[in-house]
């Protein structure tokens, strides 16, 4: 599976929105998200990061951290 993500300003939160990249859409369509993460401090000083994907939660110090564990889910068909 292959992936792609994009920074959403959403006033001063981190949010962050996943779509897969290898699924066939129409030409001129958007892709439609099926992850997020987010941070909990609008500061942006998060130390702790939230990553969603469908009934799942994880977290982690870093987006790095989060989007592996969101990918491993994703990938094992979670």
């Known amino acids: 599976m292959q992936f792609d ?23 001129g369509t958007t892709p439609q998200a099926i992850a997020y993460i987010i941070s909990n401090d609008k500061a942006g000083n998060a130390c702790r990061f939230y990553g969603y994907y469908g009934i799942h939660t994880v977290s982690g110090p870093t987006v790095s951290a989060v989007k592996q564990e969101l990918f491993d889910l994703i990938e094992a068909g979670q």
């Open 5 to 27: 993500s994009r920074r959403v300003d959403q006033n001063g939160f981190y949010k962050e929105l996943i779509w897969r990249t290898d699924v066939e859409r129409p030409e």
